[in-house]
């Protein structure tokens, strides 16, 4: 009998292949201080992905998709095959960097009372990616967010709660969430809380399972000496910009809708709706004269 792995890797992907070879070559590379199993569920992809890792990846176990089911579904499906100790959601256009991986499982080791913990996640120059460690999307913070200003205002917390950039980014820091792009969980936290919201087909999963998972007790951190790149909006997301523009606003408002809206003001809320979708509105109209789409925060 096989001992248990330290780490089970899910990844969804999506037409992505060029990203996704990189990425798992990264993951192969960096994993010596670590046991782990790697589960890709493949959305339908067009571009030979799936026949890809059968020939290159014999390692890696594939399930295919007959259609594109986003994002937290597959997910599900990735968590309900794994094994391991601790389950890692990672986007199939990202590299893993040196010992992240060892960082991040020895960091839920020695630490019980965390749940979640995400990396520094870095675009391609090398920037923090914002979304990386931020709050829950209460509703100020999600008034400053939507209305801009917390780019006006990135160091001032009273209006830049929702990304959190009066944070260090340097330094260990509990957060409220982090990004789904790469978030260890202890596999405890899904026994008790529960998988992924499948109501979300792709966007703020990742927030709904970190509110969820803070509710119930646990905490969630942003470790900062675990790095990866995340290039973004490639794969999915990059195949169909318009109809993942339309999901991610969706998706902030189905979030918005299940957590705060009860306990806020009717008018409040309405008023958020509104700027919700006006925002959706503006980045469609900005994105028709973009060569490269651009998918919720900016990426560099």
Known sequence: MNPRP???????????????RACLDSILENTRGVSCEIILVDNHSEDG???????????????????????????????????????????????????ALEQLVRFLDENPAVGIVGPRILNRNGSLQRQCR?????????FCYLTGLSGLFPH?????GYLMSYLDEENLHEVQAVSGACMLVRREVFDQ??????RFF???????????????GWKVFYLPAARITHFGGKGGAGVHP???????HRSYYLYYRKHF??????????MLYALIWIKFLAALILNLFRREKVIGSRKD
Do not use: K, T
């Open 202 to 216: 792709a966007y703020q999963e990742d927030s709904d399972l970190c509110y969820r998972v803070r509710q119930a």
């Open 261 to 270: 809206a009860r306990p806020s003001l009717f008018l409040f809320n309405w």
């Open 242 to 248: 318009y109809r993942s523009l339309y999901e991610w």
């Open 193 to 198: 809380v529960g998988v992924l919201d499948e």
């Open 134 to 142: 931020r709050s829950e999307g209460r509703p100020w913070d999600a």
């Open 49 to 99: 992905s799936a026949d890809m890792l059968a020939e290159h990846y014999p390692q890696v176990r594939c399930m295919r998709n007959q259609h594109n089911d986003g994002f937290a579904r597959p997910a599900n499906r990735a968590i309900a095959a794994s094994c391991g100790r601790h389950i890692l959601l990672l986007n199939p256009d990202s590299l893993v960097h040196g010992d």
């Open 6 to 20: 330290d780490l089970s890797i899910c990844i969804v992907s999506y037409n992505a292949r060029a990203y996704l």
């Open 156 to 160: 001032d917390r009273r209006f830049s």
